[in-house]
């Protein structure tokens, strides 16, 4: 793999994979479960998933915070798996407690492991920065076409909102896995913080699968 990036990045790989599982599981999501929500508790969900990064955000621009949750991102990520794990429980007894519940990891950690992720980015991708993030929204693109196409000519065995939650956490899950691949300590840059980088989803603003996952 070179280091500026090439076809099957890690990063360019997990955007195909975020935007598949997207364009595969959002329409199932909304039909099964935010139709049946009251207009009020989706708002609430939407609050948090909007608070949480604004807040993470501000406290990763503290230099010693920063430093400090990068270098236990990996356990950053099993904390998030975890708790969507308990939210696939949730899933099995209580509709809104799980859309909550769901939108709360997004917000907080899922906001979290994307903020951490630009050290990487800004370590390994130093050059041509431009034509990788183009490569990774590409690869977005393409994995929510080929998620829509299925959805669109019904291949789901989709039934119930468990079975929802339980893809998400996969996803989650397959996602992680791959950045836990290229996770290093990486060496800070002078005169700039990483937590100054561009947002990765700036070329294309598409959140994970499901509120719950990465």
């Known amino acids: 793999m070179k280091k500026n990036g090439a076809l099957f990045d890690v990063f360019v790989v997990s955007g195909f994979i975020t935007g598949f599982f997207y364009g595969f599981l959002n329409p ?7 139709a049946r929500l009251d207009s009020r508790i989706v708002a609430a969900g939407c609050f948090m ?3 949480f990064p604004v807040l993470i955000g501000a ?3 503290n ?3 920063f430093r400090r949750l990068f270098s236990i991102l990996p356990a950053v990520m099993l904390a998030e798996l975890a ?5 696939v429980i949730v899933a099995a007894f209580d509709l809104v407690a799980y859309y909550l519940v769901s939108m709360l990891i997004f917000g907080a950690f899922s906001s979290c492991v994307v903020y951490l992720l630009q050290k990487i980015k800004e370590t390994r991708y130093r050059r041509s920065r431009a ?3 183009r490569r990774c929204a590409m690869a977005d693109g393409i994995g929510l076409l080929a998620g829509s196409v299925l ?7 989709l039934r119930d909102t468990l079975a929802v939650a339980i893809l998400g956490f996969l996803q989650t899950a397959v996602v992680y896995g791959c950045f836990l691949l290229l996770y290093r300590k990486a060496p800070e840059r002078r005169g700039r913080r990483a937590a100054e980088e561009p947002h990765p ?9 499901l509120p719950c996952a990465a």
Do not use: E, Q
């Open 28 to 34: 199932v999501y909304v039909s099964m479960v935010l």
């Open 49 to 51: 998933s909007s608070a």
């Open 59 to 61: 406290m990763l621009g």
């Open 63 to 65: 230099r010693k915070v």
């Open 83 to 87: 708790a969507a794990l308990a939210a």
């Open 131 to 133: 034509a990788f993030d």
């Open 151 to 157: 959805s669109i000519i019904g291949v789901s065995l």
């Open 201 to 209: 989803c700036a070329p294309i603003m598409i959140p994970d699968a």
